[in-house]
């Protein structure tokens, strides 16, 4: 073989080992934006739930005032859920609120004219929904993870994510209670 056709067969080999570097890594950027993105969607609902709690909270006190440590327990876990920064915490947080929303749920069984009230029903059709979403995003937020994680792990993949530090992510784990949206149905 002449020279010049081992340094062409070299120069190819060279760059199909750089175009297979470029793709794994750009395979891993685009699956932790996935997994980001997916995460950013809970955050947003879970956001969008401690939003809406706030009247809920308000319209239940001007009907059971003598519920004040139902009350006081839905407000402290609201404030958890927002200082909350990790996965981990906002999946603790998150628990802890839907506890508290389940109490509270429980609280408003026993005021027949609070469950009546538009501004009640309109409060809880919104929670309602917005349990609903928060399921979904965490549905989608944990097939993203795997994906990622699926995508560090295998070959030749791993030695790119190895070299450029990208490790695996938490999934968004719930208790077993709060993977019930609470009941918010007052008919």
């Not at 175009?19 to 997994?35: D, F, H, L, P, W």
């Not at 469950?115 to 979904?136: H, M, P, V, Y």
């Not at 791993?158 to 009941?183: I, V």
């Amino acid at each position: 073989m002449k020279k010049s056709s081992i340094v062409g067969l070299v120069v190819i080999a060279i760059i199909i080992i750089i175009a297979i570097i470029v793709s794994s890594y750009n395979g891993i950027v685009a699956k932790a934006e996935e997994v980001d993105n997916k995460f950013s969607i809970i955050d947003t609902q879970l956001q969008r739930r401690a939003d809406l709690i706030p009247n809920l909270v308000n319209t239940v006190k001007g009907y059971a005032k003598q519920e004040q440590e139902v009350i006081n327990s839905v407000t402290e876990a609201r404030a958890k859920l927002a200082g909350a920064t990790t996965v981990a915490d906002k999946a603790k947080a998150d628990d802890e609120l839907t506890s508290a929303l389940n109490r509270l749920m429980v609280v408003v069984e026993n005021y027949p004219d609070l469950k009546s009230s538009q501004n009640f029903i309109q409060l809880s059709d919104e929670l309602a929904g917005t349990e609903n979403r928060i399921a979904t995003a965490r549905r989608d937020y944990n097939e993203a993870v795997k994906e990622y994680n699926l995508k560090i792990k295998k070959f030749p993949t791993n030695l790119m994510a190895g070299m450029f530090g990208y490790e695996q992510r938490e999934y968004f784990e719930a208790s077993e209670q709060s993977k019930e949206a609470p009941n918010v149905n007052f008919d």
